[in-house]
């Protein structure tokens, strides 16, 4: 019998990966054009005080009404602003690899979305914000290249847990998060389990587009993080449903299990070694299987409520 499991699965895992080949070799051959990228922040900070009026016809856009030029003229002469860019350009002087990178998302990207345009993508240094390190503004991509430096980059003065994720490698999946931002409706339940299947679409578009990239990329894990879900995954879902969380309202359950955190809060011993942003984690999973055993398009499986998802999702997390 155990040989026959094993046989089984293998022709499970053998037409699997001959199903992504397929997809993978139709993505290859879809054409995509060489994406303009502009380098805002070179053009800033190697603007002189006196051509600023220049600089402000040319990016209209950067420059809201209300401000004053002295905001602009201290943000140029500000030696500690000088220093941020001189080691942005350390890092992404040649933006060339990333450009590429963002062109290969966009061969996946169009798979899923035919008519999707290539963006525009504007590279900055912004206010280093976390909640902002690349978004979408019409059709153009805004990159804060300053929040890319490194995990260890003197500059941060942010949490351990925050700041794993301010390395090159997740400016990938920053710029899917962003793409998903419009395409994933909030759910009209404000259960806990709609709230956690809703992270999980964000993050099977991952899986779609960056094919490539571990689960540690995706979420923004450590490779010892995605272990400890994976091993203890049943124990982590026996707590969800043992103090009924899953279909609970109360807000606080957001923050214990689904906003970003050092750690998430069953309240248990185990809570030291569990990650923040739990609740995220177990939403892919039950998104994952629930595409795995229903034959449905990436966009009606957006559209899908999160509940009806969970029911026909066949999710039984390992013991």
């Not at 037409?15 to 994406?35: A, F, L, M, N, T």
């Not at 450590?222 to 994976?230: G, K, R």
Request: charged share 30%.
């Amino acid at each position: 019998m155990r040989k026959i499991i094993a046989v089984l699965l293998l022709i499970v895992f053998i037409s699997s990966c001959d199903k992504r080949s397929k997809v993978e070799k139709e993505i290859d051959e879809i054409p995509v054009g060489k994406i303009e990228v502009v380098r805002y922040e070179k053009a800033f900070f190697e603007t002189p005080v006196a051509d600023l009026p220049q600089l402000k016809v040319k990016y209209p856009e950067f420059f809201p009404p209300g401000f004053s030029d002295s905001v602009y003229v201290e943000k140029l002469q500000n030696p500690l602003w000088r220093e941020l860019y001189t080691e942005v350009e350390k890092k992404y002087n040649n933006f060339e690899p990333q450009k590429k990178e963002i062109e290969e998302l966009y061969r996946h990207i169009k798979y899923y979305y035919p008519n999707e345009p290539l963006p525009k993508v504007y590279t900055l240094i912004n206010d280093m914000d976390n909640y902002s390190k690349a978004l979408y503004s019409g059709n153009n991509i805004l990159i804060s290249l300053e929040m890319y430096l490194g995990k260890d980059h003197k500059f941060y003065d942010y949490p351990a847990y925050l700041k794993q994720n301010f390395t090159e490698k997740q400016m990938m999946p920053d710029i899917v998060s962003a793409f998903a931002t419009n395409r994933i409706p909030q759910p009209m339940d404000k259960s806990l389990l709609a709230f956690m299947i809703t992270a999980g679409k964000e993050l099977y578009m991952k899986d779609l587009f960056l094919p490539d990239y571990s689960d540690a990329d995706k979420i923004g894990y450590t490779p010892d993080q995605i272990a400890f879900c994976q091993v203890n995954e049943g124990e982590m879902w026996s707590r969800f449903v043992e103090q009924k969380y899953l279909f609970s309202t109360d807000s606080k359950l957001e923050k214990q299990f689904i906003d970003p955190a050092p750690f998430s809060k069953f309240y248990l011993e185990i809570d030291n070694e569990t990650p923040g942003r739990i609740g995220t984690w177990v939403g892919w999973q039950i998104v994952r299987s629930y595409m795995k055993n229903n034959d449905v398009t990436l966009q009606k499986m957006l559209l899908t409520d999160p509940v009806a998802i969970f029911n026909n999702s066949k999710y039984k997390p390992k013991k």
